[in-house]
Every structure is written in structure tokens, then in C-alpha cells.
């Protein structure tokens, strides 16, 4: 045995706990080469492990500690700390998109992508925490696989300017209690567990070196009870998992098929992977002694090969983001049997020379000296443990987050909102929160306004102030203080775009310009009116005439008022640019009009509107008491009122459909709202009229045979 004195210190003992046996190796790294010290294995007595899940804790202990004292008799010193790998089969990965939608165009930056891509991963949690049966789940890793900017694909999202931004990414996580069983069985052989990773990554580390990491290359690892996946794509790992299918599936078929126990059959697998031809010889539990070609075992075993290949290419696509991948290694003894790799390659769709066993010639940075062992597909995992120590030192981490310690799978690139996700700290409570928004809907139109935003969480690390990508380490205290909500959406009516349009009337001759009335279910409400959440407006197109002339402050009660040259009493609508007058009771009698004068066309304010209105009323203060003029242009009192003409009818076609008009000596366009049923009150669009084929007004004259086409139009 070599000196090892001076190189005690830089030994690195992995062990690789699989469900058929167990292989430990020790070994130093020198110049980029692994140096195998010393290297043992033995297999489990009984079935203790089964698809890579520890069912008798004790039992793999006695084994791992076999394995132990093997090494230590070969090293001539005692071993302490290990190296270990959690297999595939107790990973969960789930497949989880996110969206963002931003209230502005928003230039997107690191925290945006980082809080889209922390919803995905929390949707991941709620959806294996659903199916988990009250197991507990630790996020060891996410990697996207498509953003969305504005719902087109894009590659990388920071800088661009978004109004909406998403992703789907794929979720890892590792359960508790397996990790438990792991770190139990380890202690009780008398060891140490130094760091964990994953198996997929372990093997990864040697199969398929840094430099082919650009490439979107596959990894199966076949072992006894699990085929473990990893893939690698853009110079790192981007998603890994497991199919529950491997060798133990094959040897259980051939012990079935040849009525022989599974010690035997494991046997009778291995030397009919290794023959194209020629015999097998074993005896059955019967202690019949059968001859069997190698090539009908192969057959036996063919239809489990094809649904294992199946399977892993199946779980490779999905981990690719739907895909098929340009190659595939594959490592493990499992995957030895002839005619996986081209099953593996016809499912993928790709040439099967590239889906290739892996073993000798990926080891080539691995010296096994004198321990015995030949350089095979199935050492590429526990030799991976080993070098994964160099680069990753994973292993779980104790923190304290406000006041609860939790224990971590420490990935090496820890942060604070990992340490928060794991307490179950709620997403919403993390980021600013707005406040109440307010719904409701304006002229049939939903209208939503949101509350201002609040503050972001305010979060301590050992005392000091740090963000939620603040990097954390082994009994790190950390402190999260919730997030704020911002103030509820307000809004008053007098705040809306449609309460500061207008409509026009022309009132003795002058035209007057009015706001539009605000209804609020059903109830006309001021300027100040504040709006309540599922409050129906209307911004009404009239008023009636006692709304007019209330709102010119000018007294009817001695007038009679026309609309467009109808008499009109205060229920009368009038619409825009409708033609009004008024006429005072006691001088109509003797044939006069009364007036309201020098109306601005520029008054768009109501005071305005109203002083200007009231100083032209005869006898107001603001005429100093004077008596207008007689004989004047505006003054319209020695005017002859014209003889009244008698009621005619008049038919007319609206929509196709001919509507008789009764009561009046001459009709306008705006009288078949009386004759012909259409809801003005609630808008479904704009309204198109149309007169005999051209765009109709309201005060056109209609005539006997006119057509009219009246319809909402969707906006």
C-alpha cells in the first residue's frame, strides 16, 4: 500500500448507497486527477433497500459499515466524514409557469425575473404539497426553460420593456424524511455525513465533462431500482429526475420466467448481457439444472428493456422542455443489457449512435491504482460523489428564520428567500402589496382602478439590513418583517374622462354648453360623488328641460318652453345641439317669445354657464335694475308667433320594420324614440342612425316613406 501520510488530510471517502449494493471509494485530487486510495463493495444481505428507497435503515447501516471497515483496513486509519448521494428516486420535479403584468410598460430588471421565477416555484410547492401526503419537501433547485415578454419566447428577459412578463420553469424537490433515512443509516455505521448531493449531478460530474456542458446532452444512470436522469444544456445542469425502472425490474422478469431465486437470476442477467451467443447455465428451485441461449433470455427481458427506454426518453423530453436532447450517456449496470441504448435512441428520434454506454473512456481523469477494480460504467457514480466534494460542498444547513430554526439542502447558492419560502412566509406578504382595487363600470364599460402600492418586506440578517437575495450560511439569524399594503383606489365622479365631455344645446338662439349628468345606480350624483366598488355610471346624453334650466338657474315657472318648436313640458328630453326656447305665459297670449340672452359659445364651466345665464334674466341684479331695450336684435318679444299647423301621421321604416308617428304637424328625426322601442338607457356601444342611407341628425325632418336604420355598434 502507498504512503498516504501526506496526502491524509486531502482524502475524500463517497460512498454510493445503491438498492443492490453498496461501493465505497477514497481517493485525492492531484493535477485534475482522482486518485483511488482505497475501494470496497458489498451487497445488501436482504432486499433493505428497495428502487433506491431505504426500507430497513439498520440493515444498509450494517452494510455501509462493512464497506467502512473494509476501507479502513486497507487505509491502515479510521474514517470519519462521508460523502453521499440521494438517489433519483426520491426526487419530485414539477413543471410550473408564472405571469407578471405590470399596470405601465415597465423596463424589466433582476428583481422582476427573480420575483416571476420565485411564483413559479411556489406554485411548484403548492402542487407537490397537495399530492404529498403531509411529506415534507425541500426546493433544491429550479431552472427555467422559456421566458415570455409580452406572451412571445424570448431567451432572456432583463432590459426589455414588458408589459406583461412570464415563464415555466422546472421545480426539484427532495422529501425529509428520505433525506432522515439517509443521514440515519450513515450515522449509525459510525460516520459522518460531510456533504449530500444527488446522484444524477454525481454522475453527471464524470460522464459527461465541463467542456460538452454547451451541449444539450442526456445522462441515465440505470441502477438497480431507479434510472436517474440529468440534463445538461448551455455550460450547466438545467433539470434533473427518475424514472422508477431499472435493473432489479429485469432480473424480477428472468426470476419469474425461469422459476429461479432473484440471486440467480441477477446472475443469469449479467452473463446474457455479456454473450451475443451461446449458453446459459443455472439451476431452478427445483434444483433442475437448465441450459438456456443467452439470446432467449434477451428476449425475455426485451419488452421490460423497451418500456424502461421508453419511459426515460419520455421523462428526458419533459425535463428538455418538451424536446428531444442531441445525445445521451448512459452509465450503470443496468444499462449494459444489449439493445437499450437503441431503444432509448429510436424513442428520442435520434441516431442511436449517439445514445452510448459510458464507462472506460469517461474515467480517464480517475487513477484506480491497485485497489483491484476495473475502470466500468458502474464506479462513475461513487467516483463522482467523491469529485462533487471539490466543487460543491453540499450538505444541510441550519438557519433561524423570526425565531423558528429549519434545517436546508444547501445548494451553495442559499439566499435569503429560500430560508422564507421553507416557513411557508406567504409570497404576497414578501413583495409591495397595492391596495384595494376599485371595479365598476361606466356607460356599460368595466372600469377597474387600482390602489397605490405599499412597501416590500423589510428583512434583517444577523442584525443587519439585507434584501431578499442576500446569500446565507450555516446559523445565519434572519428577521422578515411582512410587506405593507398601499392605500384602497379612490375615484370621485368629477375625476372621470366622461364627466368633463360636454353636450350643447342652443337655448333662445344661443349656444349653451352643459356637462353631462352622472347617474350612479339609477341616482343622479355631483362631481363629488365617490365612486363605490360595482357602482353602475351613466353618463347621460340629456337632460330634461328641468334640468336645463335649473341648471342655467333661470325660472320657467311663468314660460312656456318649446323643443325644437314642440311645446315641452320639465319632463321633455333634450339631446344635443336640440333647438329650446321659452316664451313667457302672460305675452304669448299677445304673440310674444320671452328670451334668455348673450350666452358665451366659450362657457364650458358650470358657474360660468350659470352667472351668464342669470344676469341675462330681465330684472336680474346684474342689469342694475334696468329694463332691456326695446326694439333690439336679441330682443325677440315683438316677434309673431307662428299659427299652430294640425296633427298629422306620417309612416316611416325603422329597421326595416314601418312605424307609424301620431301627434304633431311636423316630425324630426329624434321623435321615433316614442314610436319604436330602443333602450337608450343602457348602452351597448354607439349609437348609428341613419337616414335614407346617409348619417342621420337628430333634429333632420322626416317626411312620410323615409328609412331609417337605427343599431348599436361594438366599439
Not at 90 to 111: G, P
Not at 346 to 365: D, F, H, S
Not at 439 to 444: K, L, M
Request: hydrophobic content about 35%.
Amino acid at each position: 500500500m502507498a504512503d498516504l501520510s501526506s496526502v491524509k488530510n486531502d482524502l475524500v471517502f463517497g460512498l454510493d448507497i445503491g438498492t443492490r449494493s453498496i461501493v465505497g471509494v477514497v481517493g485525492y485530487l492531484e493535477h485534475n486527477i482522482f486518485h483511488i486510495a482505497a475501494m470496497a463493495q458489498a451487497e445488501h444481505d436482504t432486499r433493505s433497500m428497495l428502487d433506491g428507497q431505504i426500507h430497513d435503515i439498520y440493515k444498509v447501516g450494517d452494510t455501509i459499515r462493512r464497506v467502512k471497515n473494509d476501507l479502513e483496513r486497507q487505509l491502515g486509519f479510521t474514517l470519519t466524514d462521508v460523502c453521499i448521494a440521494a438517489a433519483g428516486r426520491v426526487l419530485k420535479t414539477i413543471k410550473s409557469s408564472a405571469e407578471v403584468e405590470f399596470e405601465d410598460e415597465t423596463r424589466v430588471n433582476s428583481e422582476h425575473i427573480y420575483s416571476l421565477n420565485l411564483l413559479a416555484v411556489e406554485k411548484a410547492h403548492s402542487i407537490i404539497n397537495e399530492n404529498s401526503d403531509d411529506v415534507k419537501y425541500y426546493c433544491v433547485g429550479n431552472t427555467p426553460i422559456t421566458y415570455k415578454l409580452n406572451s412571445f419566447e424570448i431567451s432572456s428577459l432583463e432590459g426589455h420593456k414588458a408589459n406583461k412578463i412570464g415563464v415555466t420553469l422546472i421545480a426539484t424537490f427532495l422529501p425529509e424524511e428520505v433525506v432522515d433515512g439517509l443521514y440515519e443509516s450513515v450515522e449509525y455505521a459510525g460516520l459522518h455525513v460531510a456533504s449530500l448531493t444527488l446522484e444524477p449531478i454525481a454522475a453527471m460530474n464524470i460522464a459527461i465533462p465541463e467542456q460538452y456542458r454547451l451541449l444539450n446532452i442526456g445522462l441515465i444512470d440505470v441502477g438497480a431500482g431507479t434510472s436517474d436522469i440529468c440534463i445538461t444544456k448551455d455550460g450547466s445542469v438545467i433539470a434533473y429526475g427518475m424514472i422508477p425502472l431499472a435493473g432489479d425490474e429485469l432480473t424480477e422478469v428472468i426470476a419469474k420466467h425461469y422459476l429461479v431465486d432473484f440471486n440467480t437470476a441477477e446472475k443469469i442477467k449479467l452473463e446474457a448481457s455479456k454473450k451475443i451467443k451461446g449458453l446459459v447455465t443455472f439451476k431452478d428451485i427445483m434444483g433442475l439444472t437448465q441450459k438456456v441461449q443467452a439470446s432467449e433470455v434477451r428476449t425475455v427481458t426485451a419488452p421490460v428493456i423497451e418500456k424502461m427506454a421508453k419511459e426515460c426518453a419520455s421523462k428526458i423530453k419533459e425535463l428538455n422542455g418538451g424536446k428531444s436532447v442531441n445525445a445521451v450517456f448512459v452509465v450503470g449496470g443496468g444499462g449494459k443489457m444489449r439493445g437499450y441504448t437503441d431503444k432509448v435512441a429510436a424513442c428520442l428520434g435520434i441516431a442511436k449512435e449517439r445514445v452510448a454506454v459510458r464507462g472506460e473512456e469517461v474515467l480517464t481523469t480517475v487513477d484506480f491504482g491497485d485497489t483491484g477494480f476495473i475502470k466500468d460504467s458502474l464506479y462513475v457514480t461513487p467516483v463522482g460523489i467523491c469529485t462533487n466534494y471539490y466543487t460543491q460542498k453540499n450538505s444541510f444547513v441550519f438557519v433561524n428564520v423570526n425565531n423558528e430554526r429549519i434545517k436546508m439542502y444547501d445548494n451553495n447558492h442559499l439566499t435569503v428567500v429560500d430560508a422564507v419560502m421553507q416557513i411557508g412566509f406567504p409570497n404576497d406578504k414578501l413583495f409591495p402589496r397595492r391596495g384595494a382595487e376599485l371595479e365598476f363600470t361606466v356607460n356599460g364599460k368595466s372600469r377597474l382602478v387600482r390602489g397605490t402600492p405599499g412597501e416590500g418586506a423589510e428583512v434583517y440578517l444577523n442584525g443587519k439590513r439585507a434584501n431578499l437575495n442576500s446569500r446565507i450560511e450555516q446559523n445565519d439569524v434572519i428577521e422578515v418583517h411582512e410587506s405593507t399594503a398601499g392605500e384602497p383606489a379612490h375615484i370621485t365622479i368629477g375625476q372621470l374622462e366622461e364627466y368633463n365631455s360636454t353636450i350643447t344645446f342652443i337655448v333662445n338662439d344661443k349656444k349653451v354648453i352643459c356637462p353631462r349628468f352622472a347617474y350612479v345606480n339609477g341616482e343622479l350624483k355631483s362631481e363629488f360623488y365617490d365612486v363605490q366598488s360595482n357602482d353602475s355610471i351613466q353618463m347621460e346624453g340629456y337632460y330634461t328641460v328641468e334640468q336645463l334650466f335649473t341648471f342655467l338657474d333661470y325660472d320657467i315657472s311663468m314660460c312656456d318652453v318649446y323643443v325644437n318648436n314642440e311645446l315641452a313640458d320639465n319632463d321633455t328630453l333634450v339631446y344635443e345641439n336640440f333647438n329650446i326656447k321659452t316664451v313667457d305665459i302672460n305675452e304669448s297670449r299677445s304673440g310674444a317669445y320671452g328670451n334668455i340672452n348673450d350666452f358665451s359659445d366659450n362657457d364650458t364651466d358650470k358657474s360660468d354657464i350659470s352667472e351668464t345665464a342669470h344676469s341675462d334674466v330681465p330684472g336680474s341684479s346684474s342689469n342694475n335694475g334696468e329694463t332691456p331695450d326695446e326694439g333690439t336684435g336679441n330682443d325677440l318679444q315683438n316677434e309673431e308667433i307662428p299659427e299652430p299647423k294640425l296633427p298629422v301621421d306620417i309612416v316611416v321604416l325603422i329597421n326595416g320594420t314601418p312605424v307609424t308617428l301620431k301627434g304633431k304637424s311636423d316630425y324630426i328625426l329624434v321623435d321615433i324614440f316614442q314610436f319604436y322601442e330602443f333602450d337608450l338607457s343602457k348602452p351597448q356601444g354607439n349609437v348609428v342612425l341613419n337616414l335614407n342611407g346617409e348619417t342621420g341628425e337628430y333634429t333632420a325632418p322626416l317626411k312620410d316613406g323615409d328609412v331609417i336604420d337605427l343599431y348599436w355598434e361594438k366599439p
